[in-house]
């Protein structure tokens, strides 16, 4: 795999160790190269996997300044990217995008679309949100800053 080997060591590493000393619910990964890890520790704890898409990473690889060089070209491999991309979202329990195109794009690659929820990364307009003045038990609350 072209990801670069050290960041997926530093990553398990940590997660291993949070993932030994705590339970957990529900594993939320951001982006496309740690969604390999996140299903993998998703399996071993027995989590719900969500992956969060903030881009298009493959198309993101392939559009980088980087990749003009030819030695770029020989160490991305866009085609894997988008491999992994469909392999690693078709096994996430829900999948977060930030916009309505991204998640049109996921359903062509044959990703379930009532999994594919779209979070858009704007700012609410006042009276658009309602404020939870006390929590309901019934219910994990989460903060995304």
């Known amino acids: 795999m072209n990801i670069i080997p050290f960041y997926l ?12 000393s705590h339970q957990f619910f529900t594993i939320h990964v951001h982006d496309l190269p740690l969604c390999g890890l996140g299903w993998e520790f ?7 996997y969500v992956a969060d898409m903030h881009e298009n990473y493959p198309f993101l690889m392939q559009e980088m300044e980087l990749m003009r060089f030819w030695l770029m070209r020989r160490v991305i491999n866009v085609s894997l990217w988008k491999q992994l991309e469909k392999k690693w979202l078709k096994t996430a329990d829900r999948i977060i995008v930030t916009c309505m195109e991204m998640k049109e794009r996921l359903i062509s690659l044959g990703l379930d679309s009532l999994k594919i929820y779209v979070v858009e990364n704007t700012i609410y307009k006042k009276n658009e949100y309602t404020v939870c003045r006390s929590p309901d038990h019934n219910f994990i609350t989460l903060v995304y800053i």
Do not use: S
């Open 42 to 48: 998703a399996q071993k704890t027995k989590a719900h």
């Open 9 to 20: 060591r530093f990553w398990k590493k940590h997660i291993k160790k949070i993932t030994d």
